[in-house]
């Protein structure tokens, strides 16, 4: 980051000078540490669990330019965690209400709405105009994504994921460091690690991650300390721990190793394994009902056994009248239970888990399996309202 | 007994234990006497051909074993063994 005197942004206001005065008076960060900050330019992926607190802290810290990237909506299952949102701002899009948000804390701060999904068609464009990238993202492909996009681009990614009370943080792609992919040269295939929306999550987790990523950022920023490059950070909530793993460069990475095989930007959904959320709904497969299909069927007092496969606290919480619950993880063991003589029909919360069950009863050697797609969520969305929606 | 930490998304294939305590004299032979106890972990830990997924690392101690001797490393009864998949906190796969 190059200074040049005679930018404004080379100097601190009188206002600025009171707002970043505990920083000024550390001797880590200081004027010219601050001038850093004003001068640099992170872009945030992601404005939910992780990024609250990132978006919020970043502005607070007197970053000068922060650019913002996500098309989703505020919805009340956010709030527990997702700080940077309140309860006046649900339905709104995130991305405006992260910047309200952040721009209350510091008006200051030049904020780039992206309000867009990022992919390999505008990821090159939306990041070459930033010094580091942060990864707040929730799922595979986008990781996979941000990731090869700056080694390719040589922009510092700074990592954070979480699942139920666990955490992880690093920093990617800095020269010379490891990438996520030499982490992990594949993502799991869908549907074995079960997802945040599945397994839940603490509401604090991605507060501390989040933190911690705002952390490396400032630090990477201000030239300080010794960053996260090169080690995994493992938190685990539940019982107050950190760990930490050495994080080594993979010499046969295929981006960033010695025989490099990825040199441009591929199709991430199709290398996850997992339809693109962008594309329109594909028909029903074979083997599969609409839940208005499901709603018919039980109003003729057709012959079958609904099976929800979802675990009790979910079954708590929304049911589908006449459902038998066989959790997921029970039904190996479970199977005298489930008659081979009849049609079964399977669901859980959005088809997912139910798609599994069906291929754990096939291996078992039933037949007539149907799943119900989009699960008990498009039950409440379509058949009945009163069925509440977590 | 090596002791093996078992991560979050796996201990519902060792009755939620948070740890196991395995014999075992190399990285292979503990996680094979895990897996003994717990049968379905097998298949969460290895693919069709045996070989350990490549989105699960294994760490002996602060180590890779990829960087040490793989399945081959020597395992202490102080070592502690930690699996370590990989998490995206998203929303795919339900």
């Known amino acids: 980051m190059a200074t040049d005197l005679a930018t404004p942004a080379a100097t601190l206001t009188q206002e600025e000078n009171l707002r970043y005065s505990r920083h000024l008076i550390l001797p880590e960060v200081g004027v010219e540490g601050q001038l850093k900050l004003k001068q640099a330019k992170v872009l945030m992926v992601g404005t939910g669990g992780l990024g609250a607190p990132l978006g919020m802290y970043l502005a607070a810290a007197g970053v000068g330019k922060i650019g913002l990237v996500d098309f989703d909506v505020v919805d009340h299952t956010n709030l527990h965690r997702q700080i940077i949102h309140g309860t006046k701002d649900v339905g709104r899009k995130k991305i405006d209400s992260a910047a309200d948000t ?11 709405k992206h309000e867009v999904a990022i992919t390999s068609d505008n990821a090159f464009d939306i990041i070459k105009d930033y010094d580091i990238v942060v990864d707040g993202t929730d799922n595979f492909p986008t990781r996979y994504l941000i990731n090869d996009a700056c080694v390719l681009l040589n922009k510092p990614n700074v990592y954070g994921s979480i699942f139920r009370f666990e955490g992880q943080a690093t ?29 839940g999550v603490l509401g604090v987790l991605p507060g501390i991650i989040g933190m911690i990523q705002a952390t490396e950022a400032v630090k990477l920023i201000l030239g300080q300390g010794t960053t996260l490059v090169g080690r995994l950070l493992l938190y685990d ?8 793993l050495k994080l080594r460069k993979a010499p046969e990475c295929p981006v960033c190793g010695n025989n490099r095989t990825i ?21 029903p497969a074979k083997g599969e009902i609409e839940v208005t299909e499901l709603k018919e069927m039980l109003d003729r007092g057709d012959k079958f056994t609904l099976i929800d496969v979802r675990e009790p606290y979910e079954y708590q919480i929304a049911r589908i009248p006449g459902a038998k619950l066989i959790p997921l993880g029970d039904i190996p063991k479970r199977l005298a239970e489930i008659s081979r003589d009849e049609d079964l029909v399977l669901h859980c919360k959005m088809g997912g888990r139910s798609a599994k069950a069906i291929g754990i009863l096939k291996e078992a050697g039933y037949t007539r399996l149907t799943n119900v797609r989009g699960g008990i969520t498009a039950w409440s969305e379509k058949v009945d309202p009163t069925v509440p929606k977590y | 007994m090596a002791k093996i930490l078992i991560p979050t998304p796996l201990r519902q294939y060792t009755g939620k234990s948070d740890s196991v305590m395995v014999a075992g004299a190399t990285i292979g032979e503990a996680l094979g006497a895990l897996t003994t106890q717990h049968a379905d972990l097998r298949k969460q830990l290895y693919n069709d051909e045996g070989k350990l997924r490549s989105f699960v690392n294994v760490y002996l101690n602060d180590e890779d074993i990829r960087y040490l001797a793989k399945d081959a490393t020597p395992v202490a009864d102080t070592d502690i063994i930690s699996i370590v998949p990989s998490i995206a906190g998203g929303r795919y796969g339900d």
């Open chain 1, 171 to 199: 920093i990617f792609a800095t020269e010379g460091g490891p990438c996520y992919r030499c982490l992990y040269p594949e993502p799991p295939p869908p549907g074995l690690v079960p997802s945040c929306a599945e397994g």
């Open chain 1, 102 to 112: 952040m721009r209350d804390i510091n008006p200051n701060v030049e904020l780039v």
């Open chain 1, 237 to 244: 909530a539940l019982h107050m721990k950190f760990r930490e």
């Open chain 1, 263 to 283: 040199t441009k930007l591929i199709d991430y959904h199709q290398f996850c394994g997992v339809p693109d959320p962008q594309a329109p709904p594909a028909a």
